[in-house]
């Protein structure tokens, strides 16, 4: 067959033999004439379940990012659309037998669909630490370069394999914007079940993204038919632009919202220059803001923050702004930071990125509410209640009542930021609920929360992701624990310690012996998530360390913390993510800062 045969193949099938499986009618799994592939091999490939409509085929590209094909993601003739996916979508990466239980298993929380190509970017929940992405490919494919594909779907045998396919194409043609292969040994074909899989070349022993399946006449696969050889490929490899600016990371979502005055509080740090790892930024006395990006190694003391660090902006005193509060506001993988003055007034500086010299990080800043009194609303709650990737707010009146703003992600004006709001709770007093905690504790993406009352009890409420009207986004609750009370422990510290994709809470007692509570994700009865508990750590007690601070220091997906003595060194301890046995979690630590004494930086973010 000529190239150009193969070419016109290309053009008329595309849309009308994509080869997205129905599961309906059966699909799953492989590479048709390829062989499965060792345990481990090809992880970065994923398998997507899109509402029990299509099964599809995917490969890491970033650890919260999966590329596929569009047509994974299609109802009849509708387009397909950005944002969160119209049915509830699965994606497993990193397990070549589906019937085990390795890897990283997530629901996609939003799709960003290509203009003009088969071609989407899949949003995880989390993050898949642990599993190598796959970089996209910087040099074109060329005719007759030979690629692997992997994939899950349809062979010449099984309807629904169980195990990842590979097998060698060589490329026959290629135009701007596909590719034409053919298998490069008898019998290798693409089936149904294998849209959007992986084709990749093979550099010095490295994997780089070249295209994924885009159709194919499925010669050989199982039910099908047809007598042609040959398949299409969409090419990623002049996608990296387009790609790079789609795929913020997920660290920042969750948000936080800082008081006054940070003694014997917990502090959350950003993730300002978007590249999953702590930055950190101190205020002093003078309203001073100066950051340093975090480097990520925690190989020794003092590599973390070096340098003198750079001027982030003045005038943030206590007094003219009693709450700092942080969030990734416009989805774009950065950490922002919104300042709340005494009149009420809320105001978003969105964060550029560049921590390289003085006044970059925040360049522009724009009103986003008012008439948010410290007095009116003893409470400002962050979050991303909806699971779309941008950090939402919640105030707390005095009558206990809560109110969700979504995030538009419009940043480019005064008041686009939030212009929706919702009732989401009622009786949430200070009096009766003495602290109000945030997590993902199911894992599925979404901000939970939790209230803490005065006998000690601890109720979640997952988040349904509902934000179109009153009352829909809480709709369920369970108690995880009781006894809790904040006599007994001061300070309630969350995250996600062992990098599961849940977060996790550790109570602080009185004579400051750290206590993790994995979650379980189990959100389903009471008393279901959180059943085992460890030691992590002993002698922090709030009078040595006014603050703990948390944050993924080291990139790693896990929740690392730091504390903070009353002689203003921090130190680091580096989770191992052993949650198996007590003092696992964290067994080494790094000094990272001296001379931050509470007196002289009355806040760090």
């Not at 190239?3 to 799994?29: E, F, I, K, Q, Y």
């Not at 190509?117 to 190598?132: D, E, K, Q, T």
């Not at 969750?254 to 509080?265: E, F, I, K």
């Not at 008439?371 to 909806?386: C, E, L, V």
């Amino acid at each position: 067959m000529s190239p150009h045969h193969l070419r016109r193949w290309g053009a008329a099938l595309l849309g009308t033999t994509l080869v997205a499986g129905l599961l309906g009618g059966g699909s799953a799994g492989a590479v048709s004439g390829g062989i499965s592939v060792p345990d481990g091999t090809h992880s970065f490939t994923a398998k997507i379940n899109f509402g029990g409509i299509h099964a599809c085929s995917g490969a890491l590209i970033e650890p919260s990012w999966v590329v596929t094909a569009k047509s994974c993601f299609a109802e009849g003739t509708t387009p397909v659309v950005a944002g969160v996916p119209t049915q509830p979508t699965t994606v497993v990466i990193g397990r070549t037998d589906l019937t085990a239980s390795t890897g990283y298993e997530a629901p996609a929380v939003s799709i960003i669909p290509h203009p003009d190509r088969n071609l989407a970017l899949v949003r995880l929940s989390g993050r898949a630490a642990g599993i190598p992405a796959i970089p996209i490919a910087t040099t074109e494919p060329a005719a007759s370069e030979t690629l692997t594909i992997s994939g899950y779907g349809r062979t010449a045998t099984e309807w629904v394999p169980n195990r990842l396919h590979a097998a060698s194409f060589t490329v026959h043609d290629v135009d701007p914007s596909l590719i034409d292969i053919v298998g490069a040994a008898a019998g290798a074909t693409i089936c149904k079940g294998d849209a959007g899989g992986p084709a990749f070349r093979e550099s010095d022993g490295s994997p780089q993204l070249v295209a994924i399946n885009n159709t194919s006449w499925q010669k050989g696969c199982l039910a099908e038919t047809a007598s042609q050889d040959g398949a299409t490929g969409t090419r990623v490899d002049d996608l990296t632009d387009w790609i790079q600016q789609n795929t913020p990371s997920d660290c920042n979502s969750v948000g936080w919202a800082g008081t006054g005055n940070q003694q014997d509080h917990v502090v959350r740090l950003g993730d300002y220059s978007g590249d999953c790892t702590a930055d950190i930024i101190n205020q002093n006395s003078d309203g001073a803001l100066r950051g340093w990006r975090g480097t990520g190694d925690l190989s020794a003391n003092n590599r973390m923050f070096v340098g003198p660090g750079v001027t982030a902006g003045n005038g943030w005193t206590t007094s003219a702004f009693p709450r700092i509060i942080t969030g990734d506001f416009n989805g774009d993988g950065r950490t922002d930071i919104m300042n709340h003055n005494t009149d009420g007034k809320l105001r978003v500086f969105p964060s550029t990125g560049d921590l390289t010299a003085d006044n970059k990080l925040f360049t522009t800043s724009y009103d986003v509410g008012s008439g948010w009194t410290t007095s009116t609303f003893p409470r400002i709650i962050t979050g991303d209640f909806n699971g779309d990737g941008r950090t939402d707010i919640m105030n707390h009146n005095t009558d206990g009542k809560l109110r969700v703003f979504p995030s538009t992600g419009d940043l480019t004006a005064d008041n686009k930021l939030f212009t929706t709001s919702y009732d989401v709770g009622s009786g949430w007093t200070t009096s009766t609920f003495p602290r109000i905690i945030t997590g993902d504790f199911n894992g599925d993406g979404r901000t939970d929360i939790m209230n803490h009352n005065t006998d000690g009890k601890l109720r979640v409420f997952p988040s349904t992701g509902d934000l179109t009207a009153d009352n829909k986004l809480f709709t369920t609750s369970y108690i995880v624990g009781s006894g809790w009370t904040t006599s007994t422990f001061p300070r309630i510290i969350t995250g996600d310690f062992n990098g599961d994709g849940r977060t996790d809470i550790m109570n602080h007692n009185t004579d400051g012996k750290l206590r993790v509570f994995p979650s379980t994700g189990d959100l389903t009865a009471d008393n279901k998530l959180f059943t085992t508990s460890y030691i992590v750590g002993s002698g922090w007690t709030t009078s040595t360390f006014p603050r703990i601070i948390t944050g993924d220091f080291n990139g790693d997906g896990r929740t690392d913390i730091m504390n903070h003595n009353t002689d203003g060194k921090l130190r680091v301890f580096p989770s191992t993510g052993d949650l198996t046995a007590d003092n696992k979690l964290f067994t080494t630590s790094y000094i990272v800062g001296s001379g931050w004494t509470t007196s002289t930086f009355p806040r760090l973010f």
